[in-house]
């Protein structure tokens, strides 16, 4: 798990910097889930309870909007 939290720690220093006193905070309050094949972290008309983030492999997001059109063609791999 130590290794998936510096991956993390790395991805998002890339961004911003981030004290190492707020990060410690940060980790203290997180967990990591698997999400199976075909299982959903959020679904329609549902208020999300957590944030995500995706370490490695391929999550796949899409919504279909209320005039009907559908978003479908992103990917998240990260490594």
């Known amino acids: ?16 910097s981030i004290p ?13 889930q698997r999400i199976e094949k ?5 679904i329609a008309s549902e208020t999300p309870e957590s944030i995500g983030f995706c370490l490695n492999g391929l999550f796949r997001f899409y919504y279909t ?3 009907e059109s559908t978003f479908s063609q ?6």
């Open 65 to 67: 909007t209320k005039l």
């Open 38 to 42: 075909t299982k959903h972290f959020v």
């Open 1 to 16: 798990m130590e290794q998936a939290w510096h991956t993390l720690y790395k991805q998002l220093q890339s961004i911003t």
């Open 74 to 79: 992103r990917h998240c791999a990260i490594s």
């Open 20 to 32: 190492l006193e707020e990060w410690n905070i940060f980790k203290a309050l997180g967990s990591f």
